[in-house]
């Protein structure tokens, strides 16, 4: 990754991430003061908190699609129970 080389030979895609962290890590005080800047590098090669996101957002998806079947349960065999009674 150091080279700056991706695997097409073309630039890297975190190329530019990696530089800026490697650019700050040998500039700053403490290396905390480029956390922000390693978080970005690690997310451009992992995804961590996309795939976080996205599993996340379907985990919502599917919550509500089961509430909604089970509304939709309720009012088509519970409309027909307290009929009964």
């Known amino acids: 990754m150091a080279s700056g080389w991706g695997i097409t030979g073309n630039k890297g895609r975190c190329y530019d991430f990696w530089t800026d962290f490697s650019e700050c890590m040998s500039k700053c005080r403490e290396p905390k003061d480029c956390s922000l800047l390693r978080e970005d590098y690690l997310e451009c090669l992992h995804h961590a908190k996309e795939f976080q996101r996205r599993n996340r957002i379907y985990k919502e998806e599917q919550r ?16 027909g129970e307290s009929a009964h009674h």
């Not at 509500?64 to 409309?79: L, P």
């Open 64 to 79: 509500q699609i089961r509430a909604a079947a089970r509304k939709a349960k309720e009012e088509a065999g519970g409309g």
